[in-house]
């Protein structure tokens, strides 16, 4: 019995063994830790896969193409709230378009699988946080646009990533320039990276609200959090005078506009309550929508830097005048439309540039059927392959509803060409004004010698003291 009993004692104590050394303080630690960190893992690539999976949430509509040899995939305006995985695409894409969509969050390797990418246009969602290792593996990445959005903080750290990165967009974000921000804005501020963060601006705090990121000086960044969290602390920086921020005549494009870069660069400023044409138009851009603003005068040089407009519309802008400069320089515009404004006529000059022009819009405005109206229709007819519309006479009465074309030729029957020599003409041909006969002849031997025999005539040089 006591052999027995001995027996089942150290069995027992046999199996109790390895629970007595989990229960160790350090192994226990550690193991929980390493379950506790593989169910995380594990949490994380399901909540991936489940956000993102092609059959919930990846809409059908997300659109592919090919152009120069570049694979696009065009998800815009879808109303998604995550990253479509890339095993969703027949070809890995080198553009991702993703603006105006509902994604909140960029977790650590959001875009795995994406190494390929040139473009990532996030701009226009909801985004308000961004991790450090959200761009993990985007080494080829050039363009990341970010603008429009909620971004309150962000860090250096989440650009490591991006060697290549060229042109970076962060502005109408509610940035807080406080002592998170340092090591961002140091990088925006290197030369060399002349083209990332341009325009964005602080929200916060209030001492500097409104200056450009590019123009804070990143020493005072933490002091500024210091005094913020230590409010009855030391007040020395609080004497520190607020500078206003600087007055701009006109509303620069960056503020006002969404701009989006691929496949062509092109900006919608409509129905922003516009005045004016915006400063800044990026030499580029192929398209600007100008639609549905307050713009009534057009000035000379307002797209001096948009020399690369394919397309520009200024529809429903209650527009009255066009500088005779506006349009100058816009020598590959394909398509204008001035329709639904408060145009009477076009003043001589307006249209001389548009040597491409291929469509132009006109309906709805109250086009003023007189002597002024002729310089349009002139224009036309010397450019046959322009396709225009809406040309109607609105004034006077007689001729309201008429087409214009209508009214000029019925202008020029009614003044036929042998009555519209002016009196000057008549002066310059009429023998008895002539003053000597030796000016008769001279002016008769001009009619009746070919021009191309014609003796050049010599000129006096007089200098004028």
């Not at 603006?99 to 699988?113: P, Q, S, Y």
């Not at 450090?132 to 903080?153: C, E, I, K, S």
């Not at 109206?373 to 396709?387: E, K, Q, S, T």
């Amino acid at each position: 019995m006591r052999i027995t009993s001995c027996l089942l004692l150290a069995s027992l104590l046999f199996l109790l063994l390895p629970c007595i050394q989990m229960k160790r303080p350090g192994k226990g630690r550690s193991l929980r830790g390493a379950r506790h960190k593989l169910r995380r893992e594990r949490v994380r690539g399901a909540g991936r896969h489940s956000r993102s999976g092609p059959s919930r949430l990846v809409s059908p509509d997300c659109s592919e193409s090919t152009e120069s040899g570049d694979n696009f995939v065009d998800c815009q305006e879808r109303k998604l709230t995550s990253i479509p995985i890339p095993q969703t695409w027949s070809k890995e894409p080198k553009h991702l378009l993703l603006a105006r969509n509902r994604i909140k969050v960029l977790l650590d390797g959001t875009f795995v699988g994406y190494e390929r990418l040139a473009t990532l246009d996030l701009q226009q969602n909801q985004i308000s946080l961004v991790e450090d290792g959200a761009f993990q593996g985007l080494t080829l990445l050039t363009t990341l646009l970010l603008q429009h959005n909620r971004l309150v903080t962000l860090g250096e750290e989440a650009l490591i990533p991006m060697p290549n990165l060229r042109y970076l967009r962060l502005y109408d974000n509610p940035w807080n320039c406080l002592c998170p921000m340092e090591s961002l804005i140091r990088t925006l501020q290197v030369p060399s990276n002349r083209y990332l963060g341009n325009h964005a601006r602080c929200a916060e705090p209030i001492r500097i609200k409104g200056k450009k990121l590019k123009q804070v000086d990143p020493e005072l960044l933490c002091k500024e959090s210091d005094s913020a969290d230590n409010p009855q602390g030391d007040q020395t920086d609080n004497t520190v005078p607020v500078e206003p921020i600087p007055f701009r005549s006109k509303a620069h494009v960056t503020t006002v506009c969404h701009t989006y870069i691929f496949p062509k660069i092109r900006m919608d400023c409509s129905k922003r309550g516009l005045t004016e044409v915006p400063t800044g138009i990026p030499e580029d851009t192929v398209h600007i929508d100008l639609s549905n603003n307050a713009i009534r005068h057009l000035r000379a040089r307002d797209f001096k830097t948009a020399r690369s407009l394919i397309s520009l519309n200024l529809s429903h802008n209650n527009m009255e005048h066009i500088d005779t400069a506006s349009l100058s320089g816009l020598l590959q515009l394909r398509e204008l439309d001035l329709s639904h404004n408060g145009l009477h006529f076009v003043q001589y000059g307006v249209l001389e540039d548009l040597y491409f022009l291929s469509q132009l819009q006109l309906g709805g405005n109250p086009w003023v059927c007189d002597y002024s109206i002729h310089y349009m229709m002139y224009w036309l007819r010397l450019h046959p392959g322009v396709r225009h519309s809406g040309l109607i006479c609105r004034s006077p009465p007689e001729h309201t509803g008429e087409s214009v074309a209508e009214y000029v030729k019925s202008y020029n029957r009614e003044c036929p060409r042998d009555r519209q020599q002016s009196r000057t003409d008549q002066d310059q041909t009429d023998p008895e004004l002539w003053n000597t006969p030796q000016e008769a002849q001279g002016e008769l031997d001009e009619e009746l010698e070919p021009s191309h025999l014609r003796v050049p005539q010599k000129y006096t040089i007089i200098r004028l003291s």
